[in-house]
C-alpha cells in the first residue's frame, strides 16, 4: 500500500452496542488512500470480538489508559498526511472519505479544516448542524470547534508542535487539543459538507449525560487558567477567558458539586427595562461572559425575549415616574434572599471591555453625606461635593446614594436599610443626574452620550447612551468587538 493521504483514528472501549454502525459506516466507503487505525483501549464487553471482523483495519490492542492515550497511540502509528477522529459510538455520512481526501489536499493552506454534523437524539429525532462557511478567526471561532471528531488536521501542524491530548484529563482532552493547536493557527476553514452523524444514544457518554465529577472539572478548569496566564495574544487570551467562564457556569459543573476557585463571588443583578427586546443588554451580557467574574446573573423588572438569565425577579414597572420604579425595583431585589449578600448592580448598557474580577474599582453606597465623609480628604472634589449637597438641600432635593456609570457593589442589608429610611425621597442614581437636575455642571463619568466617539485603548468599562450604541460608532464597535452569542441567549 503506498503511504496513506488521510488516517482515520478511532478510539473504542466498550463500545459494542455501537461498534459495528461505526464500523460498517467507515468499511462501506474504504479508498485505497485511506488508513483505518482503530485503538482498542482494553475493552470488556465484546468490543474486541467485533474488531477481528475488520480485516481491513489496522486494529492495536492496549491495556486500558483512556482515550486520550488511545488517540496519541493512533498519531503515533499515522502516516497519513491528514489526520480525522471518529467516535466508536458515531458513524462515517455516505461520501464522507472522499471528502476528507479533498480537504487533505488543502491543508497546506488551511491546517484545520472543520465540516458539518447530522445529530441523531435518541428518540430518532435528527437535526443538522450547519455553521457557515467560510474562514474563521480563532478568536471568533465556528460553532462546535472544541470537538476533534468534526475536522480534518494536518499530519505536519501536529508533529512540528508536538501537541497530544492530554494523558491525565478525561474530560475536555479534545477541547483542549484543539486549544493547543490554536496557538500556532490564527484560522479555521469551516466546509459546507455534513461528513459525521454524531448519535445520542449512548447515554454513558458524558457529553450526552454521563457524569463528571469536581476533580475532573477542576483539572480543565486549572489547564484553561494555566493558559491565560500565559498567552500574549490579547484577542486568544480572551476567546479562552470566555471559554473558561461559560464551562464554569455550566450546568455539568454545578452538578458535579464543583464551586470554582477564583470565579466571582457575588451576583450581578442588571435593572432591566421591560420591553420585547434589549439590543444594549444582549451585548452587555456578551461583554460580561468574556471579562467579568461573577457567581449568577439575574435581571429585575423586564426579561426580553430570547434571553434567559440565572434568575429573573419579575418587578411591575407602573410608578409615575422611572426613578420611582428604579427605586421600587432596588427595594424587591434588596429583599431577596436567593441572591448574594453583596450584588453587582448593572444596568442594561454596561459592558466590560477588558477581563476584569471583582477586585473591579467598587463606588461606596449609601448617602453622598457618607461619601462624602470617606472621601473628606480628596481635596476640591470633596469641596464640590459638600457644595453639591448644599444645593440640592436648598432647591428641595435629595439623594439616596452615590454612583457614577460604573458597576457597583451593593450591601442588600445596607441598602435596604437607606431605602426605607427614606421612603418617600426621590430616587437618583447617579451624580450628574443631580447636576442635571439644579442646573449644575457636568461630573465627569463613562457614559458615552456622543455617536461619533470610538473606545479608547485603557477602558475597562463603558456605558452608553441609546442613541450612541444604536446609531453611533462606539455601538459598532461593541457589536464587532462581541459578535459571538452568551450562554443567555436562547
Not at 462515517?92 to 493552506?109: E, F, G, I, N, T
Not at 471579562?291 to 438569565?309: C, I, S, T
Not at 479608547?456 to 456605558?463: D, I, L, N
Request: with cysteine; proline share 3%.
Amino acid at each position: 500500500m503506498e503511504k496513506p493521504i488521510l488516517s482515520l483514528i478511532i478510539p473504542v472501549y466498550n463500545k459494542a452496542p455501537f461498534l459495528r454502525r461505526c464500523l460498517d459506516s467507515v468499511a462501506n466507503q474504504m479508498r485505497a488512500d485511506v488508513e483505518v487505525i482503530v485503538i482498542d483501549d482494553g475493552s470488556t464487553d465484546g468490543s474486541s470480538d467485533i474488531l477481528k471482523e475488520f480485516t481491513d483495519f489496522k486494529i492495536v490492542r492496549q491495556k486500558n489508559a483512556g482515550v486520550s492515550s488511545a488517540r496519541n497511540k493512533g498519531l503515533e502509528l499515522a502516516q497519513g498526511e491528514a489526520i480525522a477522529f471518529l467516535d466508536a459510538d458515531d458513524a462515517l455520512l455516505p461520501y464522507a472519505l472522499d471528502r476528507m481526501v479533498a480537504y487533505a489536499k488543502r491543508l497546506d493552506k488551511w491546517p484545520i479544516i472543520q465540516f458539518n454534523q447530522k445529530r441523531i437524539r435518541a428518540d430518532g429525532d435528527v437535526k443538522w448542524s450547519n455553521v457557515g462557511k467560510g474562514s474563521y478567526e480563532r478568536t471568533a471561532p465556528p460553532k462546535h470547534w472544541q470537538m476533534v471528531w468534526n475536522k480534518v488536521y494536518s499530519r505536519k501542524l501536529i508533529t512540528e508542535h508536538s501537541v497530544r491530548f492530554r494523558s491525565d484529563m478525561f474530560f475536555g482532552e479534545d477541547e483542549m487539543f484543539n486549544v493547543d493547536l490554536l496557538e500556532y493557527v490564527p484560522k479555521i476553514w469551516q466546509a459546507q459538507d455534513a461528513l459525521v452523524a454524531h448519535y445520542m444514544d449512548d447515554m454513558y457518554s458524558i457529553c450526552r449525560g454521563g457524569s463528571v465529577d469536581s476533580k475532573a472539572c477542576k483539572k480543565l478548569d486549572d489547564t484553561y487558567t494555566n493558559k491565560i496566564e500565559k498567552t500574549e495574544d490579547k484577542g486568544w487570551r480572551n476567546r479562552l477567558l470566555h471559554r473558561r467562564n461559560y464551562l464554569r457556569s455550566c450546568k455539568m459543573f454545578k452538578d458535579a458539586g464543583f464551586t470554582l476557585k477564583g470565579a466571582g463571588k457575588y451576583d450581578i443583578v442588571y435593572m432591566v427595562k421591560d420591553t420585547l427586546k434589549n439590543e444594549e443588554l444582549v451585548y452587555s451580557l456578551r461583554s460580561v461572559e468574556e471579562n467579568f467574574q461573577y457567581n449568577r446573573v439575574w435581571f429585575a423588572g423586564g426579561k426580553p425575549k430570547d434571553l434567559e438569565p440565572d434568575g429573573w425577579m419579575m418587578i411591575m414597572q407602573n410608578a409615575p415616574s422611572k426613578w420611582e420604579n428604579v427605586r421600587n425595583m432596588l427595594v424587591e431585589v434588596c429583599k431577596n434572599d436567593a441572591l448574594t449578600k453583596d450584588f453587582w448592580l448593572f444596568n442594561d448598557d454596561f459592558f466590560i471591555l477588558e477581563p476584569c474580577d471583582d477586585k473591579l474599582e467598587q463606588s461606596y453606597w449609601g448617602t453622598l453625606e457618607d461619601h462624602i465623609y470617606r472621601c473628606r480628604n480628596a481635596g476640591e472634589y470633596a469641596s464640590r461635593l459638600s457644595h453639591l449637597v448644599e444645593t440640592l438641600k436648598a432647591a428641595g432635593l435629595g439623594t439616596l446614594n452615590y454612583s457614577v456609570h460604573r458597576p457597583i457593589l451593593v450591601n442588600r442589608k445596607k441598602a435596604l436599610e437607606v431605602l426605607e429610611k427614606f421612603p418617600d425621597e426621590p430616587m437618583f442614581r447617579a451624580l450628574y443626574g443631580n447636576y442635571a437636575k439644579i442646573g449644575g455642571v457636568d461630573e465627569p463619568d463613562y457614559k458615552i452620550r456622543k455617536m461619533g466617539v470610538k473606545l479608547e485603548p485603557g477602558h475597562r468599562f463603558v456605558s452608553t447612551q441609546d442613541d450612541s450604541f444604536h446609531q453611533g460608532v462606539v455601538g459598532r464597535q461593541l457589536r464587532e468587538r462581541f459578535s459571538y452569542k452568551s450562554r443567555f441567549e436562547v
